[in-house]
Nanobody, 125 residues
Framework: QVQLVESGGGLVQAGGSLRLSCAASGRTFSTYAMGWFRQAPGKERDFVGG????????YYADSVKGRFTISRDKSKNTLSLQMKSVKPEDTGVYYC??????????????????WGQGTQVTVSS
């Protein structure tokens, strides 16, 4: 089992910045990749970005490219999401997730094995 705990959410004005963190514990040695998803009220959970845990590659949704940056600290087992130039449409509950499989799609929530409880991000206009 892997436990994931997000932090750093809050209220931010449009154009501002916010940094989310995700602390991983448990059997993290089996992790191949981690990702961030977000879910707005009444909508599906959407892929934001992901990173291979070794750090060799990162992937982003088109909607956040150039504004969001994913990073990880292997020594601390933490995943981060630096959000810049945020927009009201970035509002939602942000979840971090991890998976063991190397071949699964980055974009589908079903391909991830473990999830955090989520942290709310609200961007005011």
């Amino acid at each position: 089992q892997v436990q994931l705990v997000e932090s750093g959410g809050g209220l931010v004005q449009a154009g501002g910045s916010l940094r989310l963190s995700c602390a991983a514990s448990g059997r993290t040695f089996s992790t191949y990749a981690m990702g961030w998803f977000r879910q707005a009220p009444g909508k599906e959970r959407d892929f934001v970005g992901g990173i291979v845990w070794s750090g060799v590659a990162t992937y982003y949704a088109d909607s956040v490219k150039g504004r969001f940056t994913i990073s990880r600290d292997k020594s601390k087992n933490t995943l981060s999401l630096q959000m810049k130039s945020v927009k009201p449409e970035d509002t939602g509950v942000y979840y971090c997730a991890s998976r063991r499989d190397r071949l699964s799609s980055w974009y589908h929530p079903d391909t991830y094995d473990y999830w955090g409880q989520g942290t709310q991000v609200t961007v005011s206009s």
